[in-house]
Nanobody, 120 residues
Framework: VQLQASGGGLVQTGGSLRLSCTASGLNLDDYAIAWFRQAPGKGREAVSCIDRTDGSTYYATSVKGRFAIYRDNAVNTVYLQMNSLKPEDTAVYYC??????????????WGQGTQVTVSS
């Protein structure tokens, strides 16, 4: 089982990026999927998650209204669309898969991160 986060890069303040979470050996639609991030010198922060049953989504207050999480089951991918990016969004972003839905529950599988850098 392997998760892979991709799509990061360097963008200016106000710009957009779309991150992708793909998997091998795992059907992502069987799991709740979450995105986390970790900025230099800071702890890991839960950003967003999507349920495996009814597609419910949840966002951290810091990204609500700017980020959107959604699935494309046809390509076994979960996306994180990030708009109106701010310098404080700079971090390594990780995706994770688990049985339970939420930002404060344990996740079983983790991918390697992708760097997002927002310049001011």
């Amino acid at each position: 089982v392997q998760l892979q986060a991709s799509g990061g890069g360097l963008v200016q303040t106000g710009g957009s990026l779309r991150l992708s979470c793909t998997a091998s050996g795992l059907n992502l639609d069987d799991y709740a999927i979450a995105w986390f991030r970790q900025a230099p010198g800071k702890g890991r922060e839960a950003v967003s998650c999507i349920d495996r049953t009814d597609g419910s989504t949840y966002y951290a207050t810091s990204v609500k209204g700017r980020f959107a999480i959604y699935r494309d089951n046809a390509v076994n991918t979960v996306y994180l669309q990030m708009n109106s990016l701010k310098p404080e969004d700079t971090a390594v972003y990780y995706c994770a898969a688990g049985e339970d839905y939420g930002l404060d529950v344990p996740y079983d599988y983790w991918g390697q991160g992708t760097q997002v850098t927002v310049s001011s």
